[in-house]
């Protein structure tokens, strides 16, 4: 089944505790990102990446961490987290011959 | 700076009747503008999308109507049913295989019988 995974699903942590939050996906795709969302902010994209050794920033890169090493693996890194990175993420993946982006079921986050 | 702005912010609409969402947006270098429809718990899917080529485009009972003079764009859901019931984002990005993607803040709609 074509999928984007990302593990884990829930987590809680404490301020300044490095964490990494794992995206794949098994479609091939060139293209994948990640997303924070807030209520009444939407989606807001973090970093995003066009290939392997290739990412650069979205809208809200301060804080976060990602590389692309594996074209089916992106991860989330958060080196210090706050409070304020206490969110719901979403990874998200694209194939070159198309708009359509496949999103994961999501993760969140809890920062106390 | 919210450069897609999306309302209204929740929606109640009746079994049968028509939902309507609106966004506008800032940045004339947009060119590509979908909606994704997001359940409790999943992750967003894309519902429908257009580009400034075309003034609607049609796939079931949805419906984008896109005005670039106003630098507006609308979902339109027809016969609108419970299973309808989700929170609808709409989006822009500026040139194919930019993935910059810009999101609306979302309207949570809800279809009563």
């Known amino acids: 089944e074509a999928q984007v995974t990302q593990n884990p699903r829930y987590l809680i942590t404490v301020t300044g505790k490095k964490l990494t939050v794992t995206c794949s996906q098994n479609?091939?795709?060139?293209?994948m990102s990640w997303y924070r969302q807030d209520p009444g902010l939407g989606l807001r994209q973090i970093y995003y990446?066009?290939?392997?050794?290739?990412?650069d920033k979205g809208d809200v890169p301060e804080g976060y961490k990602v590389s692309r090493k594996e074209k089916r693996n992106f991860p989330l890194i958060l080196e210090s987290p706050s409070p304020n990175q206490t969110s719901l993420y979403f990874c998200?993946?694209?194939?070159?011959?198309?708009?359509?982006?496949?999103f994961g079921p999501g993760t969140r986050l809890t920062v106390l | 700076q919210q450069q897609v702005k999306q309302s209204p912010q929740s929606l109640i609409v009746q079994k049968g009747g028509i939902s309507i969402i609106n966004c506008a947006y800032e940045?004339?270098?947009?060119?590509?503008f979908p909606w994704y429809q997001q359940f409790p718990g999943k992750g967003p899917a894309l519902l429908i999308a257009?580009?400034?080529?075309?003034s609607e485009k049609k796939e079931g009972r949805f419906t984008i109507s896109f005005n670039k003079s106003a630098k507006q764009f609308s979902l339109h859901i027809m016969d609108s049913q419970p299973g309808d019931s989700a929170t609808y984002f709409c989006?822009?990005?500026?040139?194919?295989?930019?993935?910059?993607?810009?999101f609306g803040t979302g309207t949570r709609l809800t279809i009563i019988p």
């Open positions: 998200a993946s694209r194939g070159h011959a198309t708009d359509t982006q496949y």
């Open positions: 479609m091939n795709h060139e293209y």
């Open positions: 990446s066009m290939n392997v050794e290739v990412t």
């Open positions: 940045n004339t270098a947009f060119d590509y």
């Open positions: 257009i580009r400034p080529d075309v």
């Open positions: 989006a822009a990005s500026r040139g194919f295989g930019n993935e910059k993607l810009t």
